[in-house]
Protein backbone atom coordinates (compact mmCIF):
# COMPACT_ATOMS: atom_id res chain seq x y z
CA UNK A 1 0.00 0.00 0.00
CA UNK A 2 0.95 3.56 -0.51
CA UNK A 3 0.13 7.28 0.54
CA UNK A 4 -0.91 9.09 -3.26
CA UNK A 5 -1.32 12.76 -1.99
CA UNK A 6 0.13 15.20 1.24
CA UNK A 7 3.85 15.15 2.29
CA UNK A 8 3.81 11.64 2.80
CA UNK A 9 2.76 10.99 -1.18
CA UNK A 10 4.69 7.95 -2.16
CA UNK A 11 5.18 6.15 1.33
CA UNK A 12 4.55 2.92 1.51
CA UNK A 13 3.37 1.28 4.31
CA UNK A 14 2.12 -2.61 5.26
CA UNK A 15 -1.22 -3.96 4.77
CA UNK A 16 -2.35 -7.15 6.73
CA UNK A 17 -2.63 -9.85 3.86
CA UNK A 18 -4.89 -12.56 3.72
CA UNK A 19 -7.71 -10.98 6.80
CA UNK A 20 -10.38 -10.11 4.10
CA UNK A 21 -9.54 -6.30 4.18
CA UNK A 22 -10.63 -5.01 0.92
CA UNK A 23 -8.65 -1.69 0.36
CA UNK A 24 -9.43 1.22 -1.43
CA UNK A 25 -7.87 1.83 -4.56
CA UNK A 26 -5.10 3.92 -5.40
CA UNK A 27 -6.91 5.85 -8.06
CA UNK A 28 -10.77 6.16 -5.68
CA UNK A 29 -8.34 7.54 -2.87
CA UNK A 30 -6.56 10.01 -4.96
CA UNK A 31 -10.02 11.49 -6.42
CA UNK A 32 -11.57 10.82 -3.00
CA UNK A 33 -8.57 13.20 -1.53
CA UNK A 34 -8.93 15.92 -4.21
CA UNK A 35 -12.31 16.21 -3.25
CA UNK A 36 -11.98 16.80 0.25
CA UNK A 37 -9.29 18.96 -0.23
CA UNK A 38 -11.05 21.45 -2.50
CA UNK A 39 -13.80 21.32 0.60
CA UNK A 40 -11.03 21.90 2.86
CA UNK A 41 -12.11 18.78 4.59
CA UNK A 42 -8.36 17.60 5.57
CA UNK A 43 -6.78 20.75 7.12
CA UNK A 44 -7.01 20.12 11.46
CA UNK A 45 -9.47 17.43 11.08
CA UNK A 46 -10.10 15.05 13.78
CA UNK A 47 -10.67 11.75 11.65
CA UNK A 48 -12.74 8.57 12.32
CA UNK A 49 -11.68 5.64 10.20
CA UNK A 50 -13.94 2.85 11.25
CA UNK A 51 -13.79 -0.66 9.26
CA UNK A 52 -10.59 0.73 8.82
CA UNK A 53 -8.52 -2.62 7.33
CA UNK A 54 -5.01 -1.42 6.23
CA UNK A 55 -5.69 2.38 7.38
CA UNK A 56 -5.23 3.97 4.51
CA UNK A 57 -7.89 6.07 4.39
CA UNK A 58 -7.27 7.52 7.77
CA UNK A 59 -3.01 8.02 6.65
CA UNK A 60 -3.79 9.71 3.72
CA UNK A 61 -5.79 12.07 5.33
CA UNK A 62 -3.02 12.92 7.79
CA UNK A 63 -0.43 13.03 4.92
CA UNK A 64 -3.24 15.79 3.67
CA UNK A 65 -3.40 18.07 6.73
CA UNK A 66 -5.27 15.97 9.37
CA UNK A 67 -4.86 16.44 12.69
CA UNK A 68 -5.35 13.18 14.25
CA UNK A 69 -6.79 9.76 13.33
CA UNK A 70 -8.74 7.45 15.57
CA UNK A 71 -8.79 3.90 12.97
CA UNK A 72 -11.48 1.75 14.32
CA UNK A 73 -11.28 -2.57 13.24
CA UNK A 74 -12.76 -5.35 15.01
CA UNK A 75 -9.56 -8.16 14.43
CA UNK A 76 -6.54 -7.11 16.32
CA UNK A 77 -4.13 -8.41 13.83
CA UNK A 78 -5.30 -5.20 11.74
CA UNK A 79 -4.74 -3.24 14.81
CA UNK A 80 -1.70 -4.57 15.29
CA UNK A 81 -0.77 -3.98 11.77
CA UNK A 82 -1.97 -0.26 11.92
CA UNK A 83 0.60 0.53 15.07
CA UNK A 84 3.25 -0.97 12.86
CA UNK A 85 2.00 1.17 9.96
CA UNK A 86 1.67 4.48 11.87
CA UNK A 87 5.44 3.66 13.75
CA UNK A 88 6.60 3.44 10.13
CA UNK A 89 5.15 6.06 8.49
CA UNK A 90 6.35 8.61 12.08
CA UNK A 91 2.43 8.86 12.66
CA UNK A 92 2.70 6.83 16.36
CA UNK A 93 1.85 10.15 17.81
CA UNK A 94 -1.01 11.35 15.56
CA UNK A 95 -3.34 7.68 15.65
CA UNK A 96 -5.07 6.12 17.89
CA UNK A 97 -5.73 2.07 17.10
CA UNK A 98 -8.69 1.24 18.74
CA UNK A 99 -9.82 -2.82 18.27
CA UNK A 100 -13.64 -2.49 18.76
CA UNK A 101 -16.52 -4.84 16.94
CA UNK A 102 -18.46 -2.49 15.01
CA UNK A 103 -21.29 -4.41 14.36
CA UNK A 104 -23.34 -4.20 17.96
CA UNK A 105 -25.99 -1.96 19.24
CA UNK A 106 -24.88 1.29 17.79
CA UNK A 107 -25.44 3.12 21.10
CA UNK A 108 -22.89 1.73 22.62
CA UNK A 109 -20.20 1.27 20.22
CA UNK A 110 -19.93 4.91 19.91
CA UNK A 111 -19.15 5.25 24.30
CA UNK A 112 -16.16 2.87 23.74
CA UNK A 113 -15.06 5.31 21.25
CA UNK A 114 -11.97 7.11 22.50
CA UNK A 115 -13.17 10.46 24.01
CA UNK A 116 -11.92 13.01 21.47
CA UNK A 117 -12.28 16.73 21.77
CA UNK A 118 -13.37 18.34 19.58
CA UNK A 119 -15.60 16.57 17.88
CA UNK A 120 -14.74 14.54 14.83
CA UNK A 121 -14.97 16.58 11.93
CA UNK A 122 -14.49 13.89 8.87
CA UNK A 123 -15.46 10.66 9.12
CA UNK A 124 -14.53 7.55 7.03
CA UNK A 125 -16.88 4.31 6.89
CA UNK A 126 -15.87 1.23 4.95
CA UNK A 127 -18.08 -1.27 6.12
CA UNK A 128 -17.89 -5.38 4.53
CA UNK A 129 -20.46 -4.65 2.02
CA UNK A 130 -22.96 -7.06 3.34
CA UNK A 131 -22.96 -5.03 6.82
CA UNK A 132 -23.75 -1.48 5.04
CA UNK A 133 -26.62 -1.75 6.46
CA UNK A 134 -25.50 -0.90 9.92
CA UNK A 135 -24.04 2.14 8.87
CA UNK A 136 -27.05 4.38 9.42
CA UNK A 137 -27.68 3.49 12.81
CA UNK A 138 -23.89 4.15 14.03
CA UNK A 139 -23.93 7.73 12.37
CA UNK A 140 -27.11 7.99 14.16
CA UNK A 141 -25.62 7.19 17.01
CA UNK A 142 -22.40 9.22 16.83
CA UNK A 143 -24.84 12.27 15.87
CA UNK A 144 -26.82 11.35 19.07
CA UNK A 145 -24.02 11.16 21.09
CA UNK A 146 -22.52 14.83 19.67
CA UNK A 147 -19.56 12.84 18.87
CA UNK A 148 -19.61 14.83 14.67
CA UNK A 149 -18.79 18.22 14.94
CA UNK A 150 -20.96 20.96 12.98
CA UNK A 151 -20.21 20.34 8.99
CA UNK A 152 -18.81 17.30 9.91
CA UNK A 153 -18.26 15.32 6.30
CA UNK A 154 -18.49 11.60 5.93
CA UNK A 155 -17.23 9.24 3.59
CA UNK A 156 -19.16 6.14 2.96
CA UNK A 157 -17.78 3.09 0.87
CA UNK A 158 -20.31 0.86 -0.80
CA UNK A 159 -21.12 -0.74 -3.70
CA UNK A 160 -21.68 0.32 -6.51
CA UNK A 161 -25.21 -0.81 -7.21
CA UNK A 162 -26.24 -0.03 -3.97
CA UNK A 163 -28.76 2.74 -3.58
CA UNK A 164 -26.72 4.59 -0.39
CA UNK A 165 -29.31 7.42 1.20
CA UNK A 166 -28.29 9.21 3.91
CA UNK A 167 -30.10 9.37 7.69
CA UNK A 168 -31.37 12.27 9.42
CA UNK A 169 -28.94 15.21 9.68
CA UNK A 170 -26.55 14.43 7.50
CA UNK A 171 -27.10 16.30 4.04
CA UNK A 172 -25.71 14.38 0.63
CA UNK A 173 -23.13 16.33 -0.99
CA UNK A 174 -21.61 14.15 -4.37
CA UNK A 175 -21.46 10.51 -4.92
CA UNK A 176 -18.93 8.52 -6.80
CA UNK A 177 -18.09 5.41 -8.82
CA UNK A 178 -14.71 3.67 -9.34
CA UNK A 179 -15.46 0.25 -10.85
CA UNK A 180 -17.58 -1.72 -8.59
CA UNK A 181 -16.94 0.36 -5.35
CA UNK A 182 -19.34 3.26 -4.56
CA UNK A 183 -18.26 6.35 -2.00
CA UNK A 184 -20.79 8.67 -0.94
CA UNK A 185 -19.91 12.53 0.54
CA UNK A 186 -22.44 13.84 2.89
CA UNK A 187 -22.04 16.34 5.19
CA UNK A 188 -23.47 16.81 8.76
CA UNK A 189 -26.16 19.07 9.55
CA UNK A 190 -26.26 19.43 13.43
CA UNK A 191 -29.94 20.56 12.98
CA UNK A 192 -31.81 18.62 15.59
CA UNK A 193 -35.30 19.54 14.28
CA UNK A 194 -34.34 16.75 11.48
CA UNK A 195 -34.07 13.83 14.03
Known amino acids: MRIVGGRLSGRRFGA???MGTRPTSDRAREALG???ESRGAFEGAQVLDLFAGTGALGFEALSRGASDAT???HDPRIVRQIKQSAEELGLSRQVRAVRLDL???PASVVRKLPA???AFSLVFIDAPYSE???IPGILDALAKAERLAP?????????ASHEWSWPNRLAPDADYRYGR???SLGVFTAEKGRQ
Open 16 to 18: PGG
Open 34 to 36: SAL
Open 71 to 73: LVD
Open 103 to 105: LGD
Open 116 to 118: MEP
Open 132 to 134: VGA
Open 151 to 159: GAWVVVEHA
Open 181 to 183: TGI
